[in-house]
């Protein structure tokens, strides 16, 4: 199962490394990583999505905790969450395909935020299916780009992620 | 106030720290360091001849002491040297702390001379690393280094100094810091009050329980607790591999080890338990077997200081996460307290097929006219040594034939690469062993192959006057992998042939040492004897023994616990 693992690390060099040798190392799979600082700018806020059976999850958010710099993580798809990736997609828009891209975009809500005569660079955000069903709806056939942040979360309500 | 250069602060944080031996090798990144360490005289410096050498004795010295070992390298090929033997310390769990030079931090990245990123490189096999990124934050940095190392699940910590970091002219203020707190490190202190009262209610109710005693027991210094725990319930008690000595093997209630060369007894009462009592062990793979096969009718309860031990290979019906000496603790507690006790009639019956297995095999090996057999060596030896010696080994059949023929009655004793299984960590084990225990007896077990791996350091014994006992079982082959073509391979001996050995009494001789050859079994006793008699001096056995033995029981691959080969030709 698709998982989303959002973790508050020390924002130190070496940190977001040891996060990444620890998913290679024990096998495990990353789909998808962001990383930033957060409004206190000792820590750092990563997300992670991933898949494996329950026992594999287990084990990834356990040997996550191990690390010495990870301060804290929660698994988000346990609870109620929003979850958020951000695309930009440079997209072929000539003639008349220009109107039904611009339909498409608003349809899903995304921005034109570069124009050209033969191009349109488009801003999305959503959901990775909403992303997904996105490059369907255009078709891949005119896809110049693809640019996708990799996916964040928090949880809904009350439920906040701090020290 | 003190104001020292970042190199002086180095070495009086380690004073500070209360550490006696470093182990180590210099070099031009940390010829800073080294100077400091020549001023001063608390700090004792061991030069041995290969950095791997420095984390073996560290470690040996961890493992029997139970306080953290230090090690000291340069940069570059030292400290890419230290990585076998860090990756050994990684894998049983051994506090040690290994200060690394590095070039100057104006360098790094520009491949510069000696340069490595050992950060980089060691990432996979420490508990942590640490960069120092400017000279005043070194009393800090080795404060934390020991402090991660030595706490919850320990391990190695590597503390990575670049050159200008210990600068001479360079002097900041000195402050060794009282206490460490980290926010983001909290090992456990005890374990949860429900899942302990809920596992001695297990307890009680068992009828065919065992207690799997890992080497968590000996880390946690949890031995005695668990030993009155058996005691008072009267439950069998099986150890891993690095678990022995955490129950005394010659007690009437001690199974011996389980596991891959386990004893017979022991695997056939896990694979029949209908409760197991897992302290401070991690069901590895050289213990379950084949996982889906494992002990079929067994409820777990499991107590670890690390939550990512419990329910990784097999699932734990009862995990309790603390130290194992704190919750056993509550556990003697709780059962001093209750009303209940074991169900008599339950364990009487169990006992009696226990001891039905034990007639059954009890470690029978066969024995020989005309040659040394491994297993008498060791006998032996537990012998002469009234069973008190501190046994270190290298990796192979004379590691399991003296895992399971010394008998060890006291925790960190049995001292051996379990994890990690590196060839050439006997010798400096030993050494890092005798040189603070100089009035114990060491011995170090080691084959014919695995002690050319460390040979060298037979001259670190000769400056530092380290009489160690070094037992060569000299079967004149790299005999587990031998064993292993006899059964998997039929016996195409592919590189496992040592062929060309030195004559090994003039080599220890060469380095100064005593060295003697027994090959005819009447000469075993009279000359282990005479050897174990000469006690400052470093004597060499180089001992021919059956180049033909097998290490029986071995578990048959892909098998369930109770699965075993017994000898060549029997198999249950
Ligand atoms: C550094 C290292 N290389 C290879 C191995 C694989 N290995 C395991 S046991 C063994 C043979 C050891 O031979 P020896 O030291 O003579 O011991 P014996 O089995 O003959 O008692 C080998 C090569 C290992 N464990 N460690
Ligand atoms: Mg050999």
Known sequence: ?163 | MELLSGADMLIRSLQDEGIEYIYGYPGGAALHIYDALFRQDKVKHILVRHEQAAVHMADGYARASGKPGTVLVTSGPGATNTITGIATAFMDSIPMVVLCGQVASTLIGEDAFQETDMIGVSRPVVKHNISVRHPEEIPEVIRRAYYIASTGRPGPVVVDIPKDMTTPNERYEYVFPKKVKLRSYNPAIRGHAGQIKKAVDMLMAAKRPIIYAGGGVVLGKASKELTELAHKLGFPVTNTLMGIGGFPATDKQSLGWLGMHGTYESNMAMHHSDLILAVGARFDDRVTNATEKFCPGARIVHIDIDPASISKTIDADVPIVGPVDAVLKEMLGLVAESKERPDAEALKSWWKQIDEWRAFHGMRYETSDTHIKPQEVIEAIWRITNGDAYVTSDVGQHQMFAAQYYKFDKPNRWINSGGLGTMGFGLPAAMGVKLSYPDSEVVCVTGEGSIQMNIQELSTCSQYNLPVKIVNLNNQALGMVKQWQDMNYESRHSQSYMGSLPDFVKLAEAYGHVGIRIDRKEELEPKLREAFAMKDKLVFLDIYVDPFEHVYPMQVARGSMKDMWLSKTERV
């Open chain 1, 1 to 163: 199962m698709r998982r989303i693992i959002s973790v508050l690390l020390e924002n130190e060099p070496g940190a977001l490394s040891r996060v990444v040798g620890l998913f290679s190392q024990r096998n495990y799979n990353i789909e998808t990583l962001t990383v930033a600082p957060t409004e206190d700018e000792t820590l750092s806020r990563l997300t992670v999505t991933t898949s494996g059976s329950d026992k594999v999850i287990e084990q990834i958010t356990k040997q996550l905790n191990k690390l010495i710099e990870v301060v804290k993580l929660v698994d988000l798809t346990e609870g109620s969450h929003i979850e958020r990736e951000l695309m930009l997609v440079k997209l072929k828009a000539t003639g008349s395909q220009r109107a039904e891209i611009k339909r498409t975009v608003d349809i899903f809500r995304g921005q034109i935020v570069d124009v050209t005569s033969t191009i349109y660079t488009v801003q999305l955000a959503g959901n990775s299916d909403k992303l997904d069903a996105f490059i369907q709806a255009v078709g891949p056939a005119g896809v110049l780009e693809v640019v996708r942040s990799g996916v964040s979360g928090i949880a809904r309500g009350e439920k906040v992620l701090s020290l």
